[in-house]
């Protein structure tokens, strides 16, 4: 008599596969709620660039080359809220009444590995707006003077690190925030991160009020801005690459960390 023979137990599923499982899924909504995503994260800065990167100059008002300024500050503003606004507002939401997130952490992988997920579309998010906003304010301006794409690879990598750092920054507000408090999030954070990020004026600019050029450093979004400047328009005054792509490294690793904490405090609880 032959001896039964037990089950075999099922293969394991790697993390990858879950992680790019995940990524799909965001990825596939994404798709579905792109026109509403690009209005919303970039309508406000495409208004500045008709104002200030078009009529202002046109009317006189302004210098040829304050576009040359202007044309990185906007692009920064516009992926660094993208970056933002994908992971912070989905995190409040899923977080709050409904706890639509439940389903994701009931993954047969690490809780972290869900984190992950969520800032790297919101890098993916920074990036997709980039391509969009960076043709069409160029078309608005026009002729951009010292514009290039000759440092096009460091450009990218300034873009990226931009991305990770407003990604992971989302991650860390939208797991501290509650649904009633969403509005302090643009109120008193990105507004006066906008206003104070050196995206209108170069950052050197503010050695009229040395003060104030100290106080804006502690703005993530200032070496953002600087550093589209020094690799978009290289020839204008700008802070040192090195400077503001290291800062960027630093402040996109500091908030990463800290937002895998967050997140994994917020799911236990």
Request: with cysteine; glycine share 8%; hydrophobic share 55%.
């Amino acid at each position: 008599m032959s001896a039964t023979r037990s089950p075999s137990a099922p293969a394991p599923i790697s993390r990858w596969r879950v992680f790019l499982a995940l990524l799909r899924r965001d990825a596939r909504v994404m798709r579905r709620e792109l026109a509403s995503f690009l209005i919303s994260t970039t309508f406000q800065p495409l208004l500045f660039t008709i104002v200030f990167g078009f009529l202002m100059p046109n009317m006189g008002l302004v210098q040829g080359f304050y576009v040359s300024a202007l044309l990185p500050g906007i692009l920064a503003i516009s992926v660094s809220i993208a970056s933002l606004q994908t992971v912070a507002l989905p995190m409040v939401a899923e977080f709050g009444l409904g706890g639509e997130i439940e389903d994701r952490l009931l993954a047969p992988v690490p809780i972290e590995l869900i984190a992950h997920e969520k800032m790297v579309m919101g890098v993916l998010h920074g990036v997709l707006t980039a391509l969009f906003v960076f043709p069409l304010t160029r078309l608005i301006m026009g002729p951009v003077p010292g514009l290039t794409l000759a440092h096009g690879g460091m450009a990218v990598a300034v873009l990226i690190l931009g991305c990770a750092a407003f990604s992971a920054l989302g991650m860390v507000l939208g797991t501290a925030i509650s649904p009633s408090s969403v509005s302090v999030l643009f109120s008193a954070i990105v507004g006066p991160m906008m206003f104070f990020g050196c995206a209108y004026h170069p950052w050197q600019g503010l050695s009229v009020v040395p003060a104030m050029k100290i106080a804006v450093l502690a703005n993530p979004l200032v070496y953002l801005s600087e550093g589209l400047r020094g690799t978009l328009t290289p020839d204008l005054t700008h802070m040192n690459l090195a400077i503001s792509m290291s800062a960027l490294g630093l402040i996109a690793a500091a908030f990463w960390a800290l937002g895998l904490r967050t997140f994994a405090r917020r799911a236990i609880r």
